[in-house]
């Protein structure tokens, strides 16, 4: 999975969180998690937006705090995991 940090200054933890991301390799290699001040959203190799269940207030958490990151991590891996059907 690939991550891409749309923050002005992104924390620390963003940054740690990327790095364990994309080198997980049990997470789908054909989604990007797009991270901006206001929002998380996911899209496919081609750039479209995919449907998630996460909603606004867990992804403003999610930015927020680390407690939302871990969150947001666990999501990941029982959305898209690489053991999961393609898109």
């Known amino acids: 999975m690939k991550i891409a940090l749309r923050l002005r200054d992104p924390s620390p933890d963003w940054i740690a969180l990327r790095k364990v991301i994309e080198e997980n390799a049990t997470l789908r290699a054909d989604v990007t998690l797009e991270v901006s001040e206001t929002n998380c959203r996911f899209l496919d190799a081609a750039g479209r937006e995919i449907p998630s269940d996460a909603d606004k207030i867990a992804a403003e958490k999610a930015i927020a705090d680390v407690d939302g990151k871990m969150k947001l991590l666990t999501m ?12």
């Open 76 to 87: 990941l891996h029982e959305k898209f995991s690489s053991q999961t059907p393609t898109l």
